[in-house]
C-alpha cells in the first residue's frame, strides 16, 4: 500500500508537471471535451428540474409523495362521523366539493357552468375535480339575462390542506384555522377565480344550494393551485354556519368527502374506518391509498432522459477522440523522455500512471468548468425567466447533474488517456541509446 500511494502521488506530481509545461496542447484537450461534459450537465440538470416541476404541479392538484387519500361516498351519516373524528387533527383534512355563485341574483353567470375567463369570456363548463357536475346552485331559467355574477367551485375545507397540496401563494393571506370561525365565509381564489373577479366587478353576495340564506364573502387571497378552473377554498366550519350538515352530501359534485392524511397518521384511518363502518357505510367503500406521484413523474421521464443522455455520450466520446489524438501525439514526442526513466529503474506502470494521470487532470478541469458555466447559465436564465416562468422562482442547480459532469470528466480522461498511457509503458529502454 506504501508502495502504490507513493506511485500515485508521483504521476499524480509529474502529470501536473506535464500539464504547466503543455498548457496549450492541455487547453486544447480541454476545448474538445468540454461541450461532451457540458452536455452530460445539461441533460441531467434538464432531467431534475424537470422531474421537480412536474412533480410540484403534481403536488399542487393530487397531493404530496406519500400522502394518504380516502374517498367516502356521500351516504348516509358519514360527513358527520368523520367531521366529528377529525375535529383537533391537524395531521388530517377532509375536502368537500360544491359551487357557488358570486355576484347579482337572478341572473346567469358570466361563465355559465363555472368554465374560465380565457377566450373572451366565453365558457367551456366547469370540469369538477370528481367528476360531471349538475345544475349551477340557485342557477336562473336559461332566459335569465346575463347579469354581473361569476360562478365557481367551492372546496370547503375542515383543517389547512397546504400540508397535503403545497400551493402557491401569490397575494394576500391564506386561511387562518388556529382562530375561530367567522359568520363573514373568507375566501382564498385560486388564479382563474381572480381573473374573473379582475376582469369583472360582481356584488359581494354568495348563493350556495341549499344554504338558509346568502352570506356576504370577504375575500383574502389568491394561491396557485395548479387548476384552470374558477375554484374558492373556504373553512367548513364558516361554509355550515350557513348550511346543514347534509348539503355536504350532495352527489353532483363528487363521492362526498375526500380525507388527505399524513403518512403516520395510520390510526387515525384505522379509528375513521371503525366509526363509518359502525355508522352503517359499507367497508369495501372505505379505502386509504397512498399517493405516489414521484414513481409516476420518474416512469415518465426515464425514457427521455435516456434518449437525450445517448446523445450527449456521442458528443461526449468526439471529446473522447479529441484527449486521444492529442495524447498520443504526446507520447510521440515524449518517447525519449519516458525511454531515460525507464533506463533508471521507472517502472511500466508509473509511466502509464503520469500520462492517464494527465489525462484525468485534463477530464477533472473540464469537468469543473463544464459544471460552473452550467450553474452561472442557470442563474442568469432563471432571473431572465423568473416573471414568465414562475417555478423558476429560487430554483438552484442539481447536485446530480454536478456528480455526473465529474463523473463524465473521469470517464473521458481514462478512455482517451488509457491507450496513450499503454503505449508510453511498452517503450524500449533501447530508445535512449538510438537517440
Known sequence: MIGLSGRLRSSLIIGGQGIRARKLRTFLSMVSLFLGVLAVVVVQAGA?????????????????????????????????VTLDT??????????????????????SPVNPGGGSFDDNGRSYGMVCQYGPCGDSPGSAPDAAPQGKAIELQLVAMTGDIRQ?????????QWLDFNAGPAMSPRLVLNRAAAKGFNRYRVPAEMRVEGATANPTPRIIGVVDDGSGSPTAYVRADELLSWIP????????????????????AADLVQTLRARLVAAGTPAQQIQASPVESRKRVASQLALMRWIFLGMAALVLLIGVAGILNVGLATVGERIEEFALRRAVGTPRSLLAGIVLAETLLTGLLTAAAAVGVAALALKVVAAVLAGRAPFLHDI??????????????????????LIPALRAARIPIATVMRA
Not at 164 to 172: L, N
Not at 245 to 251: A, C, I, K, M, S
Not at 405 to 413: E, P
Open 396 to 417: 438552484g442547480f442539481p447536485w446530480q447533474a454536478g456528480v455526473a459532469g465529474v463523473i463524465a470528466g473521469l470517464v473521458a480522461g481514462v478512455l482517451g488517456g
Open 86 to 107: 377529525l375535529r383537533g387533527r391537524t395531521d388530517a383534512v377532509a375536502v368537500t366539493t360544491t359551487r357557488a355563485i358570486i355576484g347579482e341574483p337572478r341572473v
Open 245 to 264: 350538515q347534509t348539503g355536504l352530501n350532495d352527489n353532483r359534485y363528487g363521492p362526498g368527502l375526500q380525507v388527505l392524511l399524513a403518512p403516520t
Open 48 to 80: 431534475e428540474i424537470t422531474q421537480r416541476t412536474i412533480l410540484a404541479d403534481v403536488e399542487l392538484t393530487g397531493g404530496k409523495d406519500g400522502t394518504l387519500q380516502m374517498y367516502l361516498p356521500p351516504a348516509g351519516n358519514t360527513v358527520p
Open 164 to 172: 397535503f397540496r403545497p400551493f402557491r401563494p401569490e397575494s394576500g
